[in-house]
Nanobody, 124 residues
């Protein structure tokens, strides 16, 4: 059975840091492109960052570039998002997603597996 579970969210002050983790089970992430998205209640889901199979290729939304770092540990089947210099506008539920088809993941931003999300709240 496939599971994708995010963790590491919480409440942090503006300028602080958090590291999110996404643990996958029931499949090997070795050949999956993986991404982070976020969503504020009442708004559309927003793309945050993606990483290719090997971890060599990473992509970021302009809003987080230079502050967030995506990484992965394929041996542990885990995806990470290091978030530094957090701002109140980063407050959202953060979701992890995995997709085996590179084109679907990187171009279409269409993902097969999704987690349930973890709440990140940044106070001013």
């Amino acid at each position: 059975q496939v599971h994708v579970v995010e963790s590491g969210g919480g409440l942090v002050q503006s300028g602080g840091s958090l590291r999110l983790a996404c643990a996958a089970s029931g499949f090997s992430v070795d050949y999956y492109a993986m991404s982070w998205f976020r969503q504020v209640a009442g708004k559309e889901r927003e793309y945050v960052s993606s990483i290719g199979w090997s971890g060599a290729n990473t992509y970021y939304a302009d809003s987080v570039k230079g502050r967030f770092t995506i990484s992965r540990d394929n041996a542990k089947n885990i995806l990470y998002l290091q978030m530094n210099s957090l701002k109140p506008e980063d407050t959202a539920v953060y979701y992890c997603a995995a997709e085996e088809n590179y084109y679907r993941a990187m171009v279409l931003k269409a993902f097969h597996y999704w987690g349930q999300g973890t709440q990140v709240t940044v106070s001013s």
